[in-house]
């Protein structure tokens, strides 16, 4: 089973600031397959960012991920109000799927 | 659009069973697997169970393997989530989700439903 460590766990930044969200895998993950959640409370998870870098339909290009093997990023350029939630990494490269525990992200 | 409805979740005590439902609309369901994901109140999200599109590739989490049982009706349009033998560590909201491309398993999850709430208690 792949874990996946997810840091910081909370990030407390103001609207129009730079987030920077890591996912940290404890093997490779085999071709990039990793995506990227945001969900906010008392709504289901939706998919920002697939095959750790291709944006998802209707995802504003604010939104941003990077990386491969073991070390992933979701960087958000400038905030804005409605992103303000909880941010989780999928693996999906080998059953079973695993998610990394979140990264909050809220306003300072 | 894409629509996933779930149904089923129910109060229970330890040790009884439930079945979850899955009633998609929207898309060619039999084109695509379904997974389901929970999520204790609070906390973050466990993938439990997936099926492919065709049934053919079927796996569990080991937290629900040889407890739980998924299935799916391609002339319904919706997918099962057999649950038995449940304890308190499975209450949680169950979600199910659309895989995000076509035929593979191995796929992203691109559409969720709205979760069904299962309780465990005496």
């Known amino acids: 089973e792949i874990v996946l460590r997810q840091s910081p766990g909370t990030l407390s930044l103001s609207p129009g600031e730079r987030a920077t969200l890591s996912c940290r895998a404890s093997?490779?993950?085999?071709?990039?397959?990793l995506a990227w959640y945001q969900q906010k409370p008392g709504q289901a998870p939706r998919v920002l960012i697939y095959d750790a870098s291709s944006r998802a339909t209707g995802i504003p290009d604010r939104f941003s991920g990077s990386g491969s093997g073991t070390d992933f990023t979701l960087t958000i350029s400038r905030l804005e109000p409605e992103d303000f939630a909880v941010y989780y990494c999928?693996?999906?490269?080998?059953?079973?799927?695993?998610f990394g525990p979140g990264t909050k992200v809220h306003i300072k | 659009e894409v629509q996933l409805v779930e149904s089923g979740g129910d109060l229970v005590q330890p040790g009884r069973s439930l079945r979850l439902s899955c009633a998609a609309s929207g898309f060619t369901f039999n084109e695509y697997g379904i997974h389901w994901v929970r999520q204790v109140p609070g906390k973050g999200l466990e993938w439990i169970s997936g099926?492919?599109?065709?049934?053919?590739?079927?796996d569990y989490a080991d937290s629900v393997k040889g407890r739980v049982t998924i299935s799916r009706d391609n002339a319904k349009n919706s997918v099962y989530l057999q649950m038995n033998s449940l304890t308190v560590e499975d209450t949680a909201l169950y979600f199910c989700?659309?895989?995000?491309?076509?035929?593979?398993?191995?796929?992203?999850?691109?559409?969720w439903g709205q979760g069904t709430l299962v309780t465990v208690s005496s």
């Open positions: 099926i492919s599109w065709n049934g053919g590739y079927i």
């Open positions: 093997q490779g993950v085999s071709s990039n397959k």
């Open positions: 999928q693996q999906y490269a080998i059953s079973p799927f695993t």
């Open positions: 989700a659309k895989s995000g491309g076509l035929g593979s398993f191995f796929n992203w999850l691109d559409s």
